[in-house]
C-alpha cells in the first residue's frame, strides 16, 4: 500500500521537501484588435520596428496531429519557418510511426517554409526518459541551424501542445527592445477546453536568436514572463488509443502505478469527469494550493478567445469544445 501510494504522499507533502522557485517577473500583456502596432509596442514600454522580425516555431513531434494544425494555423501569418522533428522512438524507447511524415500532406499549407527532420531512437533499455528527450532536443537545435536561422530572428521554444497565440508572437515580431528571452504564460487545460486549470503555464519561450549562445531547451532561462499569451492544451487527443500511447510514452511513465489506469473505459470516464489521468494529487508548493485543487477540474462553458482555427473548423475539432467529452477508441 505504502509502495503503490508513496507518489500521492510524496506530492501531498511537497510543501515541507521542496520550495517554491522564484516568481517571475510578470510583464503586462496589452491587446486589442483594433489597436495600432505602434501603441501596442509603446504600452509595453517598447517601440515599434520598420519591419518585422523573422519568426522560427521549433517543435519535437509526437503524434498530436490535430493539436499540430491548430498550431501552425494560428501562427502561420506570423512565422517565416516551421522547423519539426520527430523520432521513431518515444521518450520511454518506445518504437513509434512517423505520424507526421506519413501525413504531411495535411500540413500542404506550410510545406514551402517547413524544415523536417527524422531522429532514429536510441532504444537504450532501462534508461531515464528525460535522457533520450535531452538527445532529441540537442538534434533539434541542429535542425533549427539547418533551417539558416540568423541572428535576432526569433524562435519560439514550446511543446506542440503550447500554443502561443498569434497576436501575441505579431506583437513581438514588430516591436524593438523586447528581452532576449521571454517566457510566455499560457492558460492551462486539461483534455479539452472544456477543463481550464489555471494560468501558470511557462515553459513556453520565445528567443531573440544568438548564435553560439541560443539552445533549445523546456526549462525555466529567465525570470520574465509575459502575461496571458495562449493556450496549453494538454492530452487534448481525439482518440483514446492516443492516451494511452502518450501516458505510457512521456517521461513521466513512472505514474502508471497500476495496470488498470490504461483501461479505456477508465480513461473516457476521466476525461469526462475532468479528473486526473493517474490519480495523482495536484503539484503545488502550498498546502493551501493542494487542498484548492483537490478533485476534478470544474467545467467551463467559455469558448471566447480561443484558437480561430479551432472555431473556424468545429465540424473537425467539436471534440476540444466545452460539452463535447465523448471520445473515439482508434
Not at 93 to 100: I, P, Q, V, Y
Not at 201 to 207: G, K, L, Q, Y
Amino acid at each position: 500500500m505504502i509502495y503503490a501510494h508513496g507518489q500521492k504522499v510524496t506530492y501531498f507533502l511537497r510543501p515541507i521537501w521542496e520550495s517554491p522557485p522564484e516568481p517571475f517577473k510578470i510583464i503586462p500583456h496589452y491587446y486589442h484588435e483594433n489597436a495600432t502596432m505602434e501603441n501596442l509596442c509603446k504600452l509595453h514600454g517598447w517601440k515599434v520596428r520598420e519591419t518585422p522580425r523573422r519568426v522560427f516555431d521549433a517543435v519535437l513531434f509526437s503524434n498530436e496531429l490535430d493539436i499540430l494544425e491548430i498550431r501552425w494555423n494560428e501562427l502561420s501569418p506570423y512565422v517565416s519557418e516551421f522547423v519539426l522533428l520527430e523520432s521513431n522512438s518515444t521518450f520511454t524507447g518506445l518504437k513509434k510511426a512517423l505520424h507526421f511524415k506519413e501525413n504531411r500532406d495535411r500540413f500542404g499549407f506550410a510545406e514551402s517554409r517547413l524544415t523536417y527532420g527524422m531522429i532514429g531512437g536510441r532504444f537504450v533499455k532501462g534508461e531515464n526518459p528525460f535522457v533520450e528527450e535531452s538527445y532529441q532536443r540537442v538534434a533539434l537545435d541542429q535542425l533549427i541551424k539547418i533551417a539558416k536561422i540568423e541572428d535576432d530572428d526569433l524562435l519560439i521554444m514550446s511543446d506542440v501542445d503550447e500554443i502561443p497565440s498569434g497576436h501575441t508572437i505579431n506583437l513581438l515580431r514588430w516591436c524593438d527592445d523586447i528581452p532576449e528571452i521571454l517566457h510566455l504564460q499560457l492558460r492551462n487545460y486539461l483534455y479539452s477546453f472544456q477543463f481550464f486549470l489555471d494560468d501558470k503555464s511557462w515553459r513556453a519561450s520565445i528567443h531573440r536568436y544568438r548564435s553560439g549562445k541560443t539552445r533549445y531547451a523546456h526549462f525555466r532561462q529567465t525570470e520574465e514572463l509575459l502575461a496571458d499569451s495562449g493556450w496549453h492544451c494538454s492530452f487534448c487527443f481525439r482518440y483514446i488509443s492516443d492516451f494511452t500511447f502518450k501516458m505510457q510514452a512521456y517521461s513521466h511513465v513512472d505514474r502508471i502505478r497500476f495496470k488498470y489506469f490504461l483501461n479505456p473505459e477508465r480513461i473516457q470516464d476521466v476525461i469526462c469527469r475532468g479528473a486526473d489521468l493517474f490519480d495523482m494529487l495536484p503539484e503545488e508548493y502550498t498546502f493551501q494550493e493542494i487542498i484548492a485543487k483537490l478533485g476534478p477540474i470544474p467545467s467551463t462553458y467559455s469558448a471566447v478567445h480561443l484558437p480561430s482555427y479551432l472555431l473556424q473548423n468545429v465540424h473537425r475539432y467539436g471534440y476540444l469544445l466545452p460539452g463535447n467529452c465523448r471520445r473515439e477508441s482508434w
